[in-house]
T-cell receptor, first 114, second 115 residues
Framework: AQKVTQAQTEISVVEKEDVTLDCVYE???????LFWYKQPPSGELVFLIR??????QNEISGRYSWNFQKSTSSFNFTITASQVVDSAVYFC???????????FGAGTRLTVKP | GAGVSQSPRYKVAKRGQDVALRCDPI?????LFWYQQALGQGPEFLTY????????KSGLPSDRFFAERPEGSVSTLKIQRTQQEDSAVYLC?????????????FGPGTRLTVT
């Protein structure tokens, strides 16, 4: 069975602070894919990143960075120098090799205050 | 280019009514997914199509839920005899391929309220 846990329900920070969103996953598959999606108040899920289970390199994209650690089954997401526009619900998701059943975590609501 | 579109964006139905929700995926995308998102929760998988074939419907909560994609493009999710517990946002997503490595692109969703 596959499961994604996002233990942080809500996080509130002040603009320019760094913030890390945690994601822990469970799977018996050796090949799998991890994703982060952003859901702004408008409601549409926006794809941010995909990692496959064989690539543990951390990735940085502008103010966003991701830390994938198989040893702890975690795929954490850090926003550096947060901005008000980063306010949204962020979802971590896990997909098996066959791709037909993506499991989402419950989401973390991030509020960035000016 | 055009993304995934869904219609209607909002639907209010009286309990017992049938509803039909439409999804237009990104052109050329092989895979199409339906999810149900309850308030404050993550999307929950309902069903999956690869072209016109419905390969997985394990997430459909009851036999009142039915989905189709007859020509491998547009898909319709139908809910018969709606119940209050069906109130949720219904999300459609499409992806280029059929493997888990392809990211899914989501539509804006249809918010269904059953009164």
């Amino acid at each position: 069975a596959q499961k994604v846990t996002q233990a942080q329900t809500e996080i509130s920070v002040v603009e320019k602070e760094d913030v890390t969103l945690d994601c822990v996953y469970e799977t018996r598959d050796t090949t799998y894919y991890l994703f982060w999606y952003k859901q702004p108040p408008s409601g549409e899920l926006v794809f941010l990143i995909r990692r496959n289970s064989f690539d543990e390199q951390n990735e940085i994209s502008g103010r966003y960075s991701w830390n994938f650690q198989k040893s702890t089954s975690s795929f954490n997401f850090t926003i550096t120098a947060s901005q008000v526009v980063d306010s949204a619900v962020y979802f971590c998701a896990l997909s098996a090799r066959n791709g037909n059943d993506m499991r989402f975590g419950a989401g973390t609501r991030l509020t960035v205050k000016p | 280019g055009a993304g995934v579109s869904q219609s209607p964006r909002y639907k209010v139905a009286k309990r017992g009514q049938d509803v039909a929700l439409r999804c237009d995926p990104i052109s050329g995308h092989v895979s199409l997914f339906w999810y149900q998102q309850a308030l404050g929760q993550g999307p929950e998988f309902l069903t999956y199509f690869q072209n016109e074939a419905q390969l997985d419907k394990s997430g459909l909560p009851s036999d009142r839920f039915f989905a189709e994609r007859p020509e491998g493009s547009v898909s319709t999710l139908k809910i018969q005899r709606t119940q209050q517990e069906d109130s949720a946002v219904y999300l459609c997503a499409s992806s280029l391929g059929s493997s888990g490595r392809y990211e899914q692109y989501f539509g804006p969703g249809t918010r269904l309220t059953v009164t």
